[in-house]
């Protein structure tokens, strides 16, 4: 896995006085993004894993549970709860569905459990 946290953050948003520097940030912190979301998505390895049955992989409560923290720590944290709700709950879709291909390659497309 490539390890991109040694990049510096050259600017912040208010210090920023090119698109340049605007550019380089953005590019700096999708870099930073995309090594989270890679270990993310190796937590939905672990989980159809662990779970065991292919019918608890999509857990309504767990949905709306995560949803609420993100929104919680969103507003925290400043970011607008219009991009924070619809990105998560793609990224939680796109989880799930990554979880049940991953579990099918463990376990077998209509397992017993299934």
């Given at each position: 896995?490539?390890?991109?946290?040694?990049?510096?953050?050259?600017?912040?948003?208010?210090?920023?006085?090119?698109?340049?520097?605007?550019?380089?940030?953005?590019?700096?912190?999708?870099?930073?993004?995309?090594?989270?979301?890679?270990?993310?998505?190796?937590?939905?390895?672990?989980?159809?894993?662990?779970?065991?049955?292919?019918?608890?992989?999509?857990?309504?409560?767990?949905?709306?549970?995560?949803?609420?923290?993100?929104?919680?720590?969103?507003?925290?944290?400043?970011?607008?709860p219009a991009i924070a709700e619809p990105v998560w709950r793609t990224l939680i879709d796109r989880c799930i569905a990554y979880e049940f291909g991953s579990y099918d390659a463990r376990f077998g497309p209509?397992?017993?459990?299934?």
């Amino acid at each position: 896995m490539t390890t991109y946290t040694s990049d510096q953050r050259h600017h912040t948003a208010e210090t920023s006085e090119t698109m340049e520097q605007v550019r380089y940030e953005i590019d700096r912190i999708d870099r930073l993004l995309v090594e989270i979301l890679a270990e993310r998505q190796s937590f939905m390895d672990a989980a159809a894993r662990i779970k065991g049955d292919r019918k608890i992989v999509h857990d309504r409560p767990r949905i709306e549970d995560v949803v609420a923290k993100v929104l919680a720590a969103s507003a925290e944290a400043g970011l607008s709860p219009a991009i924070a709700e619809p990105v998560w709950r793609t990224l939680i879709d796109r989880c799930i569905a990554y979880e049940f291909g991953s579990y099918d390659a463990r376990f077998g497309p209509g397992d017993a459990s299934s």
